[in-house]
């Protein structure tokens, strides 16, 4: 079985600032992947960013980045020079298996102008 | 196609009533999944194919939850006498393999009064 904690409900950030989004994840599986999915208003799910558990060097996909400790179960997501459009929900998910995804909660991050 | 379609985009029920929702994969895509998003947030897997078969149904609610993907149609998902806990935004994903990302549908909306 996996869990998936994301601690943060909501943040707020200044367009143009940095934010870094938390996670925590627990599973028995040898082998998985990490995902952070965006949610935006139009319930769309949009994939961010994707881990490979095995590989060590921590993905990059142009201002998303992410911070990947496998032995503390953490995966971070940092977002630079954040705008507007990237106010939504984001949900940290591990997966990898035959049952599908294990989504966290979400982070509903608002950008403000 | 290079999308996945879901219909309807809502549904309305009335409480007892039967509901089928649809789903169009990604051509070339084996793996095909359902979630359920309850209004606060949060996913719950409910069933998986590969290709045609059932792959994992953990998830389903058997007694008046069913699925299919058969072969030149499009996946459904069917729910007999509903509930209205059942109210919820209901995704279908698909993907490569389990190792790949999965991509997901716009979602149908059901909403059982």
Known sequence: AQTVTQSQPEMSVQEAETVTLSCTYDTSENNYYLFWYKQPPSRQMILVIRQEAYKQQNATENRFSVNFQKAAKSFSLKISDSQLGDTAMYFCVSGGGADGLTFGKGTHLIIQP | ?113
């Open chain 2, 1 to 113: 196609g290079e999308e996945v379609a879901q219909t309807p985009k809502h549904l309305v029920r009335g409480e007892g009533q039967k509901a089928k929702l649809y789903c169009a994969p990604i051509k070339g895509h084996s793996y095909v999944f359902w979630y359920q998003q309850v209004l606060k947030n949060e996913f719950k897997f409910l069933i998986s194919f590969q290709n045609e078969n059932v792959f994992d149904e953990t998830g389903m609610p058997k007694e008046r939850f069913s699925a299919k993907c058969l072969p030149n149609s499009p996946c459904s998902l069917e729910i007999q006498a509903t509930k209205l806990e059942d109210s919820a935004v209901y995704f279908c994903a698909s993907s490569q393999s389990l190792s790949y990302e999965q991509y997901f549908g716009p979602g149908t909306r059901l909403t059982v009064t």
